[in-house]
């Protein structure tokens, strides 16, 4: 027996003005699939660049955004050899999807599905997973990150920055924030306790003087890692600071991402001619290494997703900020709020019957 939903699809990728909420029958779930009543839904930066047609995983064709949700299972598919332990309907899961979550009910592989603790509100399960598996993966598995190192975190007030500060503080590292703006600065040293002389607001004129400055406050002759998702000009003054055996992540580039509801093609492509260029022997020479991931490979990979779970929930155990949310009809102009980069935490969608 199908259900009826209602969803924001884009017909084709180019614009957020072609976002339009839609009606349509949801079908029972299959093997190894449960349905979610949606309750909450996480937005990510990524749901903007794939409706703009910007990011790589971008499916062609119409499609739904959205990369994370939370709700409760309201029906089980039949059950599907070597699948997860059983959930219930009734339930109360994250689920991460590789598109689709911007619905109010959704089919998913149980494979997917992502506990969190019962304490915990739908909005604030919605806003955990991609960030903390990104911040995770970054620091842990890529980053190397260990006891007393000097780390750079860009965009430290957003939800990949507050989980990956928390991560840093848990594994006794020294932080160095970066924001965009003086409030988030605020935000940081009185709200999070960072040390002011840590964290900067970024001025593209005078970057590297201020990395030099808090490196100097820090004690700290150079940076062990960088966690970034800025790009830009902020990226060379970084790298240049980094210590031997420093390394660079990179998981994003929100310099590309322009304030309209299309992208502006012509600032885009002085943007890429301009982009950084790295010179892997003088890599060598420095003793630098630079790294780059996008999450969605975490999709045919899923088998690690309960161990970095896991791995994640040892190191932080306060749930996320959820800086704003916003009515699930109201989707476009939350995207917009994003996408404007005054927010601090995670934005959410509330999803009412």
């Known amino acids: 027996m199908s259900v009826t939903r209602r969803l924001w699809r884009i017909p084709s990728a180019g614009s957020l003005d072609r976002l339009t909420l839609v009606e349509e029958a949801l079908p029972e779930p299959g093997p190894g699939e449960a349905r979610l009543r949606v309750e909450a839904v996480g937005l990510n ?4 660049f794939a409706c ?4 790589s995983a971008t499916p062609s064709g119409a499609f739904t955004p959205g990369l994370e949700c939370a709700g409760v299972i309201e029906a089980l598919g039949p059950p599907r050899p070597g699948d997860p332990p059983a959930l219930a309907v009734g339930d109360r899961v994250a689920v991460l999807t590789r598109f689709g979550g911007y ?8 494979r997917y599905a992502v506990p969190f603790p019962a304490q915990w509100s739908q909005a604030e399960a919605a806003a955990w997973p991609v960030q903390a598996l990104t911040a995770w993966y970054g620091l842990l598995p890529l980053g190397g990150l260990r006891p007393g190192q000097c780390v750079l975190v860009q965009s430290a007030a957003g939800g990949v920055g507050l989980q990956a500060l928390s991560m840093i503080g848990s594994l ?6 970066t924001v965009g703006s003086a409030d988030k600065r605020e935000f940081l040293t009185a709200r999070r306790g960072l040390d002011p002389a840590a964290v900067i607001v970024r001025d593209r004129r005078r970057f590297g003087a201020q990395l030099d400055a808090a490196l100097a406050a820090a004690g700290a002759p150079g940076l062990d890692l960088v966690l970034d998702a800025v790009l830009g000009p902020f990226f060379r003054p970084a790298f240049d600071r980094l210590a031997p055996e420093g390394r660079y992540v990179l ?8 304030a309209g ?12 001619l301009r ?13 630098r290494s630079f790294m780059a991931f996008n999450l969605i490979w975490l999709w045919d990979a899923v088998e690690r997703v309960p161990e970095a779970v896991q791995a994640i929930r040892a190191l932080v155990r306060e749930p996320p900020l959820v800086g704003e949310r916003l009515p699930f009809e109201q989707a476009p102009q939350a995207m917009r709020r994003l996408q404007s980069g005054r927010t601090i935490g995670k934005v959410i969608l509330d999803v009412r019957p």
Do not use: C, E, V
């Open 251 to 258: 998981f994003g580039a929100a310099d590309f991402m322009g």
């Open 261 to 272: 509801t299309r992208p502006d093609y012509l600032a885009l492509a002085w943007r890429w």
């Open 52 to 55: 703009q047609g910007l990011y």
């Open 45 to 48: 930066f990524a749901d903007i």
């Open 275 to 287: 982009r950084p260029r790295l010179d892997p022997l003088a890599m060598i020479s420095a003793n």
């Open 172 to 177: 006794g590292a020294r932080p160095i924030a």
């Open 103 to 110: 619905a109010t009910a959704l089919n998913f592989d149980l």
